[in-house]
């Protein structure tokens, strides 16, 4: 027996209970863990909230985007028992039973090694959030944004993708600077390592031009909506986006102008499908890049199958600051 977070939904109704389960109850997999520590992320907290559509699997449902877990059986050669492994992505927590349980069966396609210097509570406090971030570092990159080109933006700072982005890019020498609503959050992003904030209006008020002052070498979108079509508006030659979130808006309303006349580009960043070879090389690059001390900072806490729900409303209204991690064990 092991508890797992159950979320139901009828026509009237959600809820989001602990219960206990059976290994009999898992969904199919060729893999079997114990899982070690889960975290809550944005899409997490609309998942267990239903304010937005991200189960699609069939109710009851185990929601969880991201796990750590120790093998425990296995029915194919390159996975074995004993081995700890991360899977964040591939319809976890969406699709397939996630990992706000005590155990989880899952596809060894899916799954990658912890990489050496990490613990599992480690994995997690990165997670999807600071895979995301390091995906959405590296495209900035490929894209030719170096430190020496200028100020790349962060936007949604303060949350787990921002604020791990914040810290990776000032830890490769660019100048960051950080937008976020939240004032409590200054001496916070500066220790990360952001160069100059902003406020989230500054930007979230929409582009006041189809093309304004260029400002920005690269950026790292959290938000969406208003706030993405300000940043392509004011994005310098050459630049690029990476955009990785709809916080404040899943519309885009904007022009061809940054486009053809300063060849920016607008680059999606999907987590959710990366393919594994480059999942693993990302997953090498975050177990180089981010210190203990890093881990440290950015983990906000660590809580309960059962305070999920609540820590949910608290992500959604951002009021949370860095990671949250989930021990189903606690």
Sequence with gaps: MFNALLVDHTDSTRTARVQALEASDLPEGDVEVEVLYSSLNYKDALAVTGRGKIIRGDFPFVPGIDLVGRVVASEVPEVAPGDVVIQTGWGLGETHWGGYAGRQRVWARHLVPLPEGLTPLDAMVIGTAGFTAMLAVQTLEEHGV???????????????????????LARAGYHVVASTGSASAHTYLTRLGATRIIPRDTLGQGPQRPLDSARWAGAVDAVGGATLAAILSTLDRHGCVAACGLAGGAELHTTVFPFILRGVVLAGIDSNTCPNDRRRQIWKRLAEAVSEDLREQILARIISLEAVPEASEAVLAGRVQGRIVVDPRA
Excluded: K, M, Q
């Excluded at 020496?148 to 990776?168: C, H, I, K, M, Q």
């Design 146 to 168: 170096t430190p020496d080109r200028g100020e790349v933006v962060v936007t949604g700072a303060s949350g787990g993708v921002g604020s791990f982005a914040v810290a990776l």
